[in-house]
């Protein structure tokens, strides 16, 4: 081809590329922001007026993110131990496990597959609050489910793939104003001096099946839930339990209680 030819098949595959960045399709920037905002007071008002059921809070989660190589991801004590260490912090400190652990156990329950469960709050360590849906289905996997939550993280919500549900969603403070006028709030921790039974907990404290009950379990690896918000403060056993096992006791009295298989 001569030099003139050449010339003008540069013009016309600029001009072509132009056309292409000009016609595309993009997504306005105020719509993206909407998709990463928390949650109007609307909604929020909604899940107040819902009576009955139980909701889980997990407290003092470790859910911390940082950008480590090219890519960010979810801080934990096996990963991560120099990272963390540089920046002058404990990695046994750094257990996201114990909320995945623990989110499993009350996902996966008969309790919640009954409709139970009306939801579940992670309130972690740097005050971010996160609200799940029942109907989430939490990653078996612990490598996905710190994926799933950088996403989180960053996005402020997940959608439902297969609808515009937001099964995840980082949601405003306090945690109280998402509960059930009148609920009945427990506080689960072993430094409780009161030790009952969970089983006879339910059956004498707990009778009115109505009742909109919250529990409130600690989801870190060291210390005691500490919140001003619970009416009840016990203890399930005599010996220290993870926040899987506290929760499988609870679930399972309550199974009991409303005759769930």
Known sequence: TTPRARVTTIIFSLLSREDIHRHTKRVPETHRQTQMEAPSEDIEQEDQDATGGYTFVLEKATLETAKIGKGYALLNCDDHANFIKRHGKQPGDYR???????????????????????????NTQKNVLIKISPHTRIPRTFKRFCGLFVQLLQKLSVRASNGPDKLLKVVKQPVTKYFAAGSRRVGVSFSSPEVKRMREFVTNDLREDK??????????????????WTDDFISISQYPLSAACCIGRICNALELKHDIV
């Not at 652990?101 to 709050?121: E, H, M, T």
């Not at 009742?211 to 001003?228: L, N, P």
């Open 211 to 228: 009742e909109s009950v919250v529990f409130c379990v600690g989801a870190m690896a060291h210390g005691k839930v500490d919140v001003s």
């Open 96 to 122: 996201p496990d114990i909320c995945h652990q623990a989110l499993l156990a009350i996902l996966d329950s008969p309790l919640n597959k009954a409709g139970k469960v009306k939801a579940v709050y992670v």
